[in-house]
């Protein structure tokens, strides 16, 4: 027809968040793209709603990683689908004109602040009916957990489950009202136990109990019937404990071991290995630490000044997210054991090596 061949490198940046933000196994082929998707995006020459989602995340381009990506950009996009209409995040991304992206990631940051406030207040629902569910079956839980509350919001429970499955290490059900008296709801897994093949052993053995459903090892949606609610959960506990037999409930975790150097120059030395992901993790390191200071900070965060035990290496800043729940702030630590990333942290200039700790106990 008489067209330009495009160049398919302008789009990378979208290549990069979709791939990154959708999980994607970070193969040969993937890595390369969303490397050169994310270098486009720190050369300044993301698309204007790219460019506009982080820098209202407060990750301007110069030292966006693919974490950015999965952890800034993709829940503003993912918001819009959640609580409204996922064409705002379509139209942000398409958009050509600075200020009607500048716009409408305003509006798609607005909307990932509501879905954080009622994730948040779900999630406390949800451990109460955890705590209550203990209490009943005398402080042991199922190993499959299936939760239904009246005032959850459809678009959050995968959140939701996906939480609680973190929290519980265990397969997690969070369901909510849909229309015609029906649920809908999500399903998380655990390592060893595919979720897909679960919910489909349930709707074998019990014919109508479960409308619809679908997904993969390790997540899937499924649609029943409220009055199916009570004889859905028997179901999906009882496959599950057939399922896992006399698997030990308690999450592994890997790492490459205690590192020997901690400092800027090996935390750099990491960021520059990037892109990380699916398939390609970050490394993560163990170690024992002395507690100089710990602050708890909003979100259920916390805040640590660390120093290794053989006192060798100068204080560390470290952050744990989402470890505090909402009760009162934990007794101080005095030494602990952790599983961490080591990050860099970039402050109004001043870039120091971070701990991002995933586990952590006392010691």
Same mark, same amino acid.
């Given at each position: 027809?008489?067209?330009?061949?495009?160049?398919?490198?302008?789009?990378?940046?979208?290549?990069?968040?979709?791939?990154?933000? /959708?999980?994607?196994?970070?193969?040969?082929?993937?890595?390369?793209?969303?490397?050169?998707?994310?270098?486009?995006?720190?050369?300044?020459?993301?698309?204007?709603?790219?460019?506009?989602? $982080?820098?209202?995340?407060?990750?301007?381009?110069?030292?966006?990683?693919?974490?950015?990506?999965?952890?800034?950009?993709?829940?503003?996009?993912?918001?819009?689908?959640?609580?409204?209409?996922? #064409?705002?995040?379509?139209?942000?991304?398409?958009?050509?004109?600075?200020?009607?992206?500048?716009?409408?990631?305003?509006?798609?940051?607005? $909307?990932?602040?509501?879905? @954080?406030?009622?994730?948040?207040?779900?999630? +406390?629902?949800?451990?109460?009916?955890?705590?209550?569910?203990?209490?009943?079956?005398?402080?042991?839980?199922?190993?499959?957990?299936? $939760?239904?509350?009246?005032?959850?919001?459809?678009?959050?429970?995968?959140?939701?489950?996906?939480? $609680?499955?973190?929290?519980?290490?265990?397969?997690?059900?969070?369901?909510?009202?849909?229309?015609?008296? +029906?649920? @809908?709801?999500?399903?998380? #897994?655990?390592?060893?136990?595919?979720?897909?093949?679960?919910?489909?052993?349930?709707?074998?053995?019990?014919?109508?109990?479960?409308?619809?459903?679908?997904?993969?090892?390790?997540?899937?949606?499924?649609?029943?019937? @409220? /009055?199916?609610?009570?004889?859905?959960?028997?179901?999906?506990?009882?496959?599950?404990?057939?399922?896992?037999?006399?698997?030990?409930?308690?999450?592994?975790?890997?790492?490459?071991?205690?590192?020997?150097?901690?400092?800027?120059?090996?935390?750099?030395?990491?960021? #520059?290995?990037?892109?990380?992901?699916?398939?390609?993790?970050?490394?993560?390191?163990?170690?024992?630490?002395?507690?100089?200071?710990?602050?708890?900070?909003?979100?259920?965060?916390?805040?640590?000044?660390?120093?290794?035990?053989?006192?060798?290496?100068?204080?560390?800043?470290?952050?744990?997210?989402?470890?505090?729940?909402?009760?009162?702030?934990?007794?101080?630590?005095?030494?602990?054991?952790?599983?961490?990333?080591?990050?860099?942290?970039?402050?109004?200039?001043? @870039?120091?090596?971070?701990?991002?700790?995933?586990?952590?106990?006392?010691?």
């Amino acid at each position: 027809e008489g067209l330009d061949e495009p160049n398919l490198a302008d789009f990378l940046d979208l290549v990069a968040i979709g791939t990154v933000a /959708d999980v994607v196994p970070l193969d040969r082929v993937n890595r390369i793209l969303v490397a050169q998707g994310i270098a486009r995006i720190n050369a300044g020459r993301a698309r204007p709603g790219v460019t506009a989602l $982080l820098d209202i995340a407060r990750r301007p381009p110069g030292r966006v990683v693919a974490a950015d990506l999965g952890f800034a950009v993709g829940p503003r996009l993912n918001a819009a689908g959640r609580l409204e209409d996922m #064409s705002i995040g379509i139209e942000c991304l398409l958009a050509d004109d600075e200020a009607q992206a500048r716009a409408l990631a305003l509006e798609l940051d607005l $909307l990932n602040a509501q879905r @954080r406030e009622i994730e948040a207040g779900m999630q +406390e629902q949800a451990l109460a009916a955890v705590a209550a569910l203990e209490l009943a079956e005398q402080g042991t839980l199922p190993r499959g957990v299936c $939760l239904y509350h009246r005032e959850w919001h459809q678009g959050v429970v995968g959140l939701v489950a996906s939480r $609680l499955r973190e929290r519980l290490d265990r397969p997690v059900v969070a369901l909510a009202d849909s229309a015609d008296d +029906e649920l @809908r709801g999500s399903a998380r #897994s655990i390592p060893g136990l595919h979720i897909r093949d679960v919910l489909e052993a349930v709707a074998t053995a019990h014919p109508g109990t479960i409308e619809r459903f679908g997904g993969h090892a390790m997540a899937a949606g499924l649609t029943l019937r @409220r /009055d199916h609610l009570e004889r859905f959960q028997a179901a999906f506990e009882a496959e599950v404990e057939r399922a896992l037999g006399d698997t030990d409930l308690v999450a592994d975790i890997l790492t490459d071991g205690d590192l020997a150097e901690i400092d800027l120059g090996v935390a750099e030395l990491l960021r #520059s290995a990037v892109p990380w992901g699916a398939g390609f993790p970050e490394p993560i390191f163990d170690g024992t630490f002395q507690v100089l200071e710990q602050r708890a900070l909003d979100g259920g965060h916390l805040k640590l000044r660390l120093r290794a035990v053989d006192g060798a290496a100068a204080p560390l800043e470290a952050i744990a997210f989402r470890v505090l729940g909402d009760g009162p702030a934990p007794p101080p630590l005095e030494r602990i054991r952790a599983a961490y990333r080591l990050d860099v942290n970039d402050y109004r200039g001043r @870039r120091t090596p971070q701990l991002v700790i995933d586990y952590m106990e006392a010691c």
